[in-house]
């Protein structure tokens, strides 16, 4: 085979509709929330004016409306770094220029509650992912104005209610099955505020490519004081989902995104 017949994946799909999110050029904004779970797209819907449902395949779906004069998007990630790096890819490819996650996460510290908001002040680099994309010491880290902007809009939407916001460290890690008593025990030691699967891939990506991106999450739970588990917080971790959403919306509002 000559050289010239290998794949350059960095030409592939630009100036197409998309192979995995299923979305072409001109029909997103130059902003996109990220939500893991695609039945959550249609709850940043429920703020949004004009929507338009763009796509839906696999595990990414695609909405896009209008909030306050900006035109907004709303992709799904998946769950954890690879499908998240081929959906920040491909939206990039399609003109989106900043990127906000609206996840779940856990708590790492005491008092981290569920339904209160995290804000990620940068990434532990625990996937696979990223260590195909850069050296193992490159960081994993928001935008900082992005990052900003939301602690200071969740503290605003959150005042005079029982939701916190915490910002911080997170880690980002691939195996939510795999996390031993161990190692959370460590993220506690080392101050890591809380854990989700995405963050890692979204801000890598990013830096990478020249994109902006931040991160707010709700609380699922808390795997440190075990004063919540997965049931029973679904109520809490919803109203999280809401704030955490605003915020975003707000946030690229704000800063014109
Ligand atoms: O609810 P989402 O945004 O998917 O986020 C969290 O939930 C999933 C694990 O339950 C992981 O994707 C984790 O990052
Ligand atoms: O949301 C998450 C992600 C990783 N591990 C958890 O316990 N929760």
């Known amino acids: 085979m000559s050289e010239s017949a290998v794949v350059d994946k960095d030409a592939v799909g630009v100036g197409e509709r998309q192979y995995h999110i299923a979305v072409a050029p001109g029909e997103v904004s ?35 409306g209008w909030y306050k004069g900006r035109h907004i ?21 399609v003109g989106v220029t900043s ?22 002040e940068g990434a532990l680099r625990n996937d696979g992912t990223t260590a195909a994309y850069a050296h193992h010491g490159f960081p994993a880290v928001p935008d900082l104005q992005i990052a900003l902007t939301l602690a200071e809009i969740a ?27 161990e190692w959370i025990a460590e993220l506690n030691r080392l101050g890591v505020l809380n ?16 994109v902006r991106a931040g991160m707010i999450c709700s609380t699922s739970s808390n795997l440190i004081d075990g004063t919540s588990l997965y049931s029973g ?8 989902w809401m704030r955490s959403i605003e915020a975003a919306l707000e946030t690229a509002v704000r800063l014109e995104l």
Do not use: W
């Not at 992709?75 to 998240?84: H, L, N, V």
């Open 155 to 181: 503290r605003e939407l959150t005042s005079g209610t029982d939701a916190a916001v915490h910002s911080g460290i997170n880690a980002s890690d691939d195996a939510f099955y795999a996390e031993t008593p």
């Open 30 to 64: 130059s902003v996109a929330l990220l939500p893991g779970d695609p039945f959550r797209v249609p709850l940043v819907a429920e703020f949004l004016t004009d929507v338009k449902t763009v796509a839906h395949n696999r595990e990414h779906m695609t909405m896009t």
């Open 195 to 210: 854990v989700e699967m995405e963050s890692a891939a979204l801000y890598v990506v990013a830096r990478l490519r020249g």
């Open 233 to 240: 917080v679904k109520e809490a971790l919803k109203e999280g």
């Open 99 to 120: 990127f906000i996650r609206v996840g779940s996460s856990a708590g790492l510290q005491p008092g981290v509650k569920p339904g209160d908001l995290l804000v990620s």
């Open 73 to 93: 998007t709303a992709t799904s990630t998946g769950m954890g770094c690879p499908s998240t790096a081929i959906a920040v890819e491909e939206l990039i490819r």
